[in-house]
């Protein structure tokens, strides 16, 4: 009887670990979707409007902030102008960070990205594409 607990016991705790690591995972796509969705709407509002990487847009209602414009104009939902603003956490648990909400970024570079992407590596591996 001990040993069919024993062993009960420890299917039960790989089950976790496997559940954890899937979850883990099911995060971090969700997190790099996030930032992929984002990445596309500024590259293409970057291209519609003819602004070249590494400008500054024209300022529009005030600001010169690209989500805000992006956001004015219908390119991002509310949910991914909450998450870029910092309202939203990303699905890990880390917050979105933008170094310069009012700059294109460089082919390469991102606009928004995880402050978890040096630990759990919420970050794309090839982005050049974005």
């Not at 976790?16 to 979707?33: E, H, S, Y």
């Not at 596309?40 to 600001?63: C, F, L, W």
């Amino acid at each position: 009887m001990t040993v069919v607990i024993a062993v009960l016991l420890s299917l039960t705790s790989v089950l976790f670990v496997g559940a954890r690591a899937w979850k883990n995972g099911a995060d971090r796509t969700a997190c790099i979707l996030n930032i992929r969705n984002v990445q596309q709407s500024v590259r293409s509002y970057q291209d519609i409007y003819g602004y070249t990487p590494g400008g500054m847009p024209y300022a529009e209602n005030g600001t010169q902030d690209i989500a805000a414009h992006m956001y004015a104009k219908g390119y991002i939902t509310t949910v991914q102008m909450s998450a870029i603003q910092g309202g939203d956490t990303c699905p890990g648990g880390g917050s979105y960070l933008r170094s310069h909400p009012d700059v294109f970024p460089p082919v390469g570079r991102l606009y928004l990205e995880c402050s978890l992407s040096a630990s759990d590596n919420h970050s794309p591996e090839d982005n050049l594409e974005w």
